[in-house]
């Protein structure tokens, strides 16, 4: 009987067919149930030879009745992934036609890729308030209320009458006020960027905007020089445009930096010839930086005598405008679609 149904349900492939086989031989008059029952009037000797094998029969059939339904299943579910077939050429046929899938910003581009340089030179990457106090974008650095460096920067101020004096709020005019929260926050050695937004109350051109982005470094700890500085930021600006580019260093004047310096680059949107980027001198300001100032160390709670560092703000807009060469600094926050489609990396 086994052998039987075991040719028998080699040939079925529906579900019910092969439930009605498994009736026809366990089912009440099943063959096998049959044999089961006639044991009743068996002699002792045949039902210790038949009942086992029938039982036995039994669950193998069971077994296979298990198996073969599970195969139909599995073959069922084959037959309809085999016609329901995804196309996985589609979205890059959609892309083709339809061109408005997002994309990253060359600013997020150009800050991941920025973040990425430090991180691997030991950086720790910082965020700070939009939303300052005087202390922290001016006082801390050396800049005291009646400071002519604070003219540099025209300030949007907020209209806090209450505040007391010298801790009224302003939007911050650089990524510096990050030095000081930085410097609060931990013991030297250390080394930090901070890259953000910054605001100005500026006439905007081709190479001004109000509001802008900076990303701001430091690095404190013992017998720190400026030729290491000098080393960081050339090694930082080959990392970035990945071959040498032309720098020069001059001396500029930061109160919270002495000395202080202004590195420009070859303007690499006119390769040096004079464009309105550069105000037609050929070099951009991108890298202004510095020693740390004593007294900015002393507000950050660092003994200057014990240590000293270097910080810098680099420009990140201008570093965006150099690296791709755009000629206009406004076109970053245009949010001109057939600006930004541009730099999408496909
Ligand atoms: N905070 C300065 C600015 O915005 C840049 C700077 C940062 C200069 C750090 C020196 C050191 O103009």
Known sequence: AYEKFQAEIETLSAQADVLSLKSSYLGKKGAVSEILKSLKDATPEERKEIGPKANEIKQEIEKLVAKKLSDIELAQINEKLSKNKIDITFTDAVKAKNNNHGGFHPRTLVQQEVEDIFLSMGFEVLDGPHIETEFYNFEA??????????????????????????????????????????????????????????????????????????????????????????????????????????????????????????????????????????????????????????????????????????????????????????????????????????????
């Open 141 to 346: 650095l050396n800049i005291p209320g009646d400071h002519p460096a604070r003219d540099m920067q025209d300030t949007f101020w907020f209209k806090d009458e209450k505040s007391p004096e010298g801790n009224k709020h302003l939007l911050r005019t650089h990524t510096s006020t990050i030095q000081v929260r930085g410097m609060q926050s931990r013991k030297p050695p250390f080394r930090f960027i901070a890259p953000g937004t910054v605001f100005r109350c500026e006439r905007t051109d081709a190479s001004h905007e109000m509001v802008f982005q900076q990303l701001e470094g430091m690095m404190v700890g013992k017998d720190i020089s400026v030729s290491n500085l000098i080393y960081f930021m050339k090694e930082i600006l080959t990392e970035i445009f990945k071959k040498d580019v032309e720098v020069r260093l001059r001396p500029g004047y930061f109160p919270f930096v002495e000395p202080g310096f202004e590195l420009d680059i070859k303007c690499q949107v006119c390769s040096g010839k004079g464009c309105s980027v550069c105000k037609q001198v050929g070099w951009v300001e991108l890298l202004p930086c510095g020693m740390v100032h004593p007294n900015v160390l002393r507000a950050g709670g660092i003994d200057p005598e014990e240590y000293n560092g270097f910080a810098f703000g680099l420009g990140l807009d201008r570093l965006v405008m150099m690296k791709y060469g755009i000629d206009d600094i406004r076109h970053l926050q245009s949010g001109d679609l057939r600006f930004n489609s541009q730099f999408k990396e496909y």
